[in-house]
Structures are given as structure tokens and as C-alpha cells.
């Protein structure tokens, strides 16, 4: 074992989802392994014990697995399992993990940022029960970054990961697993594929986008083997390095070839797409976009026409800013709604301690208790079972959803790569107001409540504060303000849009239309648009 020396780094506070930044920060000497060793320092059990890697294929996966195998081995890690060609969902890895019995997992991805070697690498670590680490470790971790000055490693050759097989690097075993099979197996237990492949056979037709990135071998296994979708229904399902040069964020911009395809004249029945570590998902129907917030609440009100959910839910939870469609599911149904901060592993504690069965995130993921990460081809899969059992349209179903619980119109303004201290500065306009603005009366609305979200853990009592700014009206409506801790150039500021339209009012105007009062009142109490000299969103979603 050889031990080298790292330079400790002042700035590298893993935000949402881990540590992401630039593929040229993580080539800079010393940089991965420095995390890598703050993981192995912080986590002692992985001594001894069984670690899961593998990741959505991006450029740099290679390398830093390699890198991760020769410290594992010289950390002293039993077992490795790795998917083969580096290869595993962010959904699949956390399984992997559970069913391995695992003391963790490393993840390689960044996942809806862009990849190649001028965009963005990223790692996280996940804990033995499948999530992302809580925050009391990554804040451990976090503090070892800073203060390691070496970390250890043993001289090996790489590891040949294109098939499956054993390999060893010291004492430490290394298998090369399929990335697909035990996710799929999952997936068996859950759905009911027989009902779906015959709604398939029927003439029912699907079309998926993997966005060259990491889902296309687990949506190949899923609809073209199991469910005997035409391989030609399947789009950009073979992972590239750098994603075919794209941005593998599901979303009307990223996504526009989809879109475009589900609202032309031809349109299959069914559309969906994974990002770029396969744990978000998107639906559209014929001519319709589901709203990942609506997709949420859709699939609470109808998870148990799915086998593995048959008794029903024991509560759902959502991150703050989406929207709260699924509340009146959950009210409805007579079971507990939880409201997270952004970010997964706020779902994790919820799950172990079965108090929620559904949870998801405006930005396009969800997920049940089947995993600890939110799984993009479980959602897809989930809609089309329910679509199969109901024997109704994608829209025909969301139509049906807003006649019984009405309709929250929503949308997602994103300014990416502002100038930091300018999103700053609009954080802090509206943060200086929030204790005035109760009573105030703006464009005919009157604000009910205002204020800067902090969430306690109803498991661990943990808090956590400065979770975004939310500004509710009386009419129901609201807005929400966030800085999004996932973006690697400036910063990325987020204007969440909410305003509900009760059962029998009209749930077919234009959204951007319908939003756009509240959207002048956020712009109005922050001065939004003045201080960023931004006229219109980089994203609307
Ligand atoms: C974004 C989303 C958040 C999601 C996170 C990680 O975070 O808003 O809902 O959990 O990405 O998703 P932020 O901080 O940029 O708003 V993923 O698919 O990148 O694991
Ligand atoms: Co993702």
C-alpha cells in the first residue's frame, strides 16, 4: 500500500446530491481522492465490509472507478461489486446495495448535467440501507475533506470491467455484475408485466428516451425484452460519454424531441424519459405533458392497481415546492403527507421507519419503499401498469385526476448560471420582506404566510433550515424561491409557481398564462428580473 498526498480543498461542500463539479476539477491532482478517502475515514464499517460501485457512464467513470478500487482494496474493503462497463442506475446501485447487504455504495454521476470532458463529473456516497447518506455524514464527510492531507491507495492495474466475472486487487475481491438483472427482478415483484405486454400486443404504443445516457440497457431489458416494445419505439438507448453531446435533463428543452413527438399529429400513446443517472422520469400522452408534481399525486390515487402496492399507501411525502396536488390525495385517502426540503435523502429516515409508501419531487423523480433513491423506470413502469388496469389514455387519466381533486397549474422558472452574488441579492430582497408580507395585498392577492422553510426530521428530530423561501396566498396560490445545489457554473436560481383551480373551475387554460400574476408578484418583491438582467427563464418546466 502506497499513501499519497492530497492537497485538502476549502470549497467543495457537496450540495443537493453530492460532490459535483467540473470533470477539470475532479482531473486535478489528489481532488477524487481526497473525497474518496474522506468516505472510507468517516465510514468504518466499509472495513471489512461489501461496497457497491458503478455509475452513469459519463466521462471520467472509468478512471475514477479505477481509482476508487485500488483505494477500496487499500482501505481494506472485503468485496466490491461493480456493474458491468462501470455501469448502474442511481435506482439499480441502491438496490444493489440492499440486496448485497452492503455497507454503502459510491455513485459516479452528475446527473442531469451535462457530460464529456468539458462538462460534469460528480460522486455521492450512499449508506448500507440503499440512500443517499444522511446529513450528518455527508457533513462528516465534508469536515474530513478539509483536514485529510493523504490518502492510501494500492499500485494495481486497472481492472477489466467490459465483462462480468471476479477479479482481485490485494486481498479485496472485485465482481463485475449485470447492471440490469436484479433491478429488473425488483421490478417483477412490483408490476404486472403480463398485463401491460398484452395492452402492448394490443397496438398500444410506447415511446422511451434514454438521452444516451445510463437507463438505455435497463430500458432495453424493460420494454423491448419483457414488453415486447418495437425496438425502433426506443430512442438514444445506448450510453455515450458525454451523452450524444446533450443535457440529460427530461425537460420540454432537453427532452424537445420527445415533446416533439408526442404532441405531433402521430403521436404514440405513451411517451417517457429518464435523466442521465436513470433515477428521474418524465410521462406524456398523446398531446400532454404530465407535470411531475401531477404524475406524483396520480400515482398515490392509483399505486394500488399495482400488485406490489395492492394493500395501498401508508403515506406519501414531497419536497416543499412541489406542488401539493398530492396533498389532497393523501388527505383523501386518509393517510399522513410529509413536506421535505429538496433532495432525496430526506426521504430516506421516512421510508425506513414506514411512514411513507410514495414520494417524489417536482423536478421529475419518484419512488416508493421498493428503493432509497427516486427510480426513473419504476415511475414509467408504475404509469403504464396503472394505464394498462384502468384501460384509459395518459390524459383521459390526468383529466379524471383534476375533475376529482382539481388542478394545481404549476410550472418551474430556472435562471441557470447567474452571477452568484446577484442570485444572492435576490434571495436577500425577498428574505428582508418575508416578515412584513403577511396581510399585504399584491395584484389582488393577499398573502397568507410567508416564510424561509425549515424542516425537522419527525424521525431523528434533526432540523434543517434556509430550505428554500415561500411566499402562500390566501387564494391557495403561492411561490417559492430557492438557490439549487447542483449547478457547477454560478449559480442557479429557482421560482417554483403554484395556483390551484378547485374541481369544476377550468382546468384547461394556458399554464404560463395562468401562473403569470404570481410570477409578476415574485418578480415585484425581488426584483428579479433588475438585478439579473435576465428578461425571460433559462427553463420553464
Ligand atoms: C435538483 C432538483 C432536486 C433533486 C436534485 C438531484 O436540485 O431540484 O429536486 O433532488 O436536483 O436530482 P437543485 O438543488 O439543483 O434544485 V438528480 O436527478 O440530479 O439526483
Ligand atoms: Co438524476
Redesign the pocket.
Known amino acids: 500500500m502506497t499513501t499519497h498526498a492530497t492537497t485538502p480543498f476549502d470549497d467543495q461542500k457537496p450540495?443537493?446530491?453530492?460532490l459535483?463539479k467540473q470533470v477539470k476539477v475532479f482531473q486535478q491532482t489528489g481532488y477524487l481522492e481526497n473525497f474518496v478517502q474522506a468516505i472510507f475515514d468517516c465510514v468504518p464499517d466499509l472495513r471489512g465490509g461489501t461496497l457497491i460501485v458503478g455509475g452513469d457512464g459519463r466521462y471520467y467513470n472509468d478512471t475514477a472507478i479505477q481509482i476508487i478500487l485500488r483505494m477500496a482494496a487499500a482501505n481494506g474493503v472485503a468485496k466490491v461489486r461493480v456493474g458491468q462497463g462501470g455501469l448502474l442506475s442511481?435506482p439499480a446501485l441502491s438496490n444493489l446495495i440492499r440486496v448485497s447487504n452492503a455497507q454503502g455504495g459510491i455513485i459516479l454521476?452528475?446527473?442531469?448535467?451535462p457530460g464529456g470532458p468539458n462538462g460534469d463529473f460528480?460522486i455521492?456516497f450512499n449508506g448500507d440501507n440503499g440512500g443517499s447518506a444522511v446529513e450528518s455524514v455527508t457533513q462528516a464527510i465534508f469536515e474530513r475533506t478539509l483536514e485529510i492531507d493523504s490518502y492510501n491507495e494500492i499500485s494495481a492495474d486497472d481492472v477489466d470491467l467490459s465483462a462480468l466475472g471476479t477479479a482481485h486487487i490485494g486481498d479485496m475481491q472485485i465482481e463485475i455484475v449485470d447492471p440490469v438483472t436484479d433491478y429488473m427482478a425488483l421490478m417483477e415483484t412490483l408490476f404486472d408485466f403480463d398485463k401491460i405486454k398484452a395492452m402492448i400486443s394490443g397496438g398500444f404504443s410506447v415511446c422511451f428516451d434514454g438521452m444516451h445516457a445510463v437507463t438505455g440497457p435497463y430500458a432495453k431489458a424493460a420494454f423491448i425484452q419483457r414488453l415486447g416494445v418495437p425496438a425502433g419505439s426506443l430512442m438514444n438507448v445506448e450510453p455515450s460519454e458525454d451523452f450524444g453531446g446533450g443535457h440529460p435533463?427530461p425537460n420540454p428543452v432537453y427532452a424537445k424531441a420527445l415533446f416533439n413527438k408526442m404532441f405531433a399529429d402521430d403521436a404514440p400513446d405513451f411517451g417517457a424519459a429518464s435523466?442521465?443517472?436513470g433515477?428521474?422520469n418524465i410521462v406524456l400522452g398523446k398531446g400532454l405533458y404530465v407535470s411531475p408534481s401531477d404524475s406524483l399525486a396520480i400515482l398515490a390515487a392509483n399505486i394500488h392497481l399495482a400488485p406490489g402496492y395492492e394493500e395501498g399507501i401508508v403515506g406519501v411525502a414531497r419536497?416543499m415546492?412541489?406542488s401539493r396536488a398530492a396533498d389532497l390525495v393523501a388527505k383523501k385517502a386518509g393517510v399522513d403527507l410529509f413536506e421535505t426540503p429538496?433532495?432525496?435523502k430526506f426521504f430516506g429516515n421516512l421510508l425506513d421507519a414506514g411512514r411513507i409508501t410514495l414520494c417524489g419531487?417536482?423536478?421529475?423523480?419518484a419512488s416508493s419503499d421498493h428503493a432509497r433513491?427516486?427510480d426513473g423506470l419504476w415511475a414509467i413502469l408504475a404509469w403504464l401498469n396503472i394505464v394498462a388496469a384502468r384501460g384509459m389514455s395518459v390524459k383521459d387519466i390526468v383529466r379524471d385526476h383534476w375533475a376529482t381533486y382539481g388542478r394545481h397549474y404549476y410550472s418551474?422558472h430556472d435562471y441557470e448560471a447567474l452571477d452568484t452574488a446577484k442570485a444572492q441579492a435576490v434571495m436577500s430582497a425577498l428574505e428582508g420582506k418575508l416578515a412584513d408580507l403577511p396581510g399585504q395585498s399584491l395584484h389582488g392577492e393577499t398573502v397568507s404566510m410567508a416564510d424561509s422553510f425549515a424542516y425537522t426530521d419527525s424521525v431523528d428530530g434533526s432540523v434543517s433550515r434556509n430550505q428554500g423561501l415561500r411566499v402562500e396566498f390566501e387564494s391557495g396560490s403561492r411561490f417559492v424561491m430557492?438557490?439549487?445545489?447542483?449547478?457547477t457554473v454560478g449559480a442557479?436560481l429557482?421560482l417554483y409557481l403554484e395556483k390551484y383551480a378547485p374541481p369544476g373551475e377550468d382546468h384547461d387554460a394556458d399554464l404560463q398564462e395562468t401562473l403569470k400574476q404570481i410570477a409578476a408578484i415574485a418578480d415585484e418583491l425581488t426584483d428579479l428580473k433588475a438585478i439579473t438582467q435576465r428578461a425571460a427563464p433559462s427553463v420553464m418546466s
Do not use: M, V, Y
Open positions: 450540495g443537493t446530491s453530492g459535483r442511481t454521476s452528475a446527473s442531469h448535467n460528480g455521492k435533463d435523466d442521465g443517472d433515477d428521474r419536497s415546492p412541489t429538496t433532495g432525496w419531487e417536482e423536478s421529475a423523480g433513491e427516486k418551474r430557492r438557490l439549487s445545489g447542483t449547478g442557479t429557482r
